[in-house]
């Protein structure tokens, strides 16, 4: 990667909304390429993500662990996956996690030009957070 201007974040949460994991990756990359990597080494009961990381390779890796997959199935899914809306109403914790990034200046008008500089920023902010 070579600018942090082109960059977009990628963030796991735990149940009280703390990061647990941040990943940078390119401003085009899809959602679902970087799932496996932001669960890695994680044992959750429950994976709670939005419609971009509806994959049945992802879903399946998901139930693979143990954990339960609370994630809406995409309009173009011949077989809807059954959703249960009142767990997946506890995902707003990234959303939330990504309003109090963007509290700080710093982040939030990246700053920082390189990657690896807004990386070490996102982790220094997450700290505080």
């Known amino acids: 990667m070579a600018k942090g201007l082109t960059t977009k974040t990628h963030a796991a949460v735990d149940a009280l909304g703390n990061p647990v994991r941040l990943l940078l990756t390119l401003g085009l990359a899809s959602e679902y ?3 496996e990597a932001l669960l ?43 959703l249960d809306r009142h767990v997946y109403n506890d995902r707003n914790l990234v959303e939330r996690f990504f309003q109090k990034l963007k509290q700080f200046r710093r982040i939030a008008t990246r700053y920082e030009r390189l990657a690896k500089n807004y990386e070490s920023m996102l982790s220094l902010v997450s700290a505080v957070i």
Do not use: H
């Open 40 to 82: 890695d080494g994680f044992t959750p009961s429950q994976v709670l993500a939005d419609k971009g990381y509806d994959s049945d390779a992802f879903v399946e890796s998901i139930q693979s662990v143990g954990a339960e997959a609370v994630i809406p199935s995409r309009k173009n899914r011949l077989e809807p996956r059954p």
């Open 33 to 35: 390429d970087q799932a």
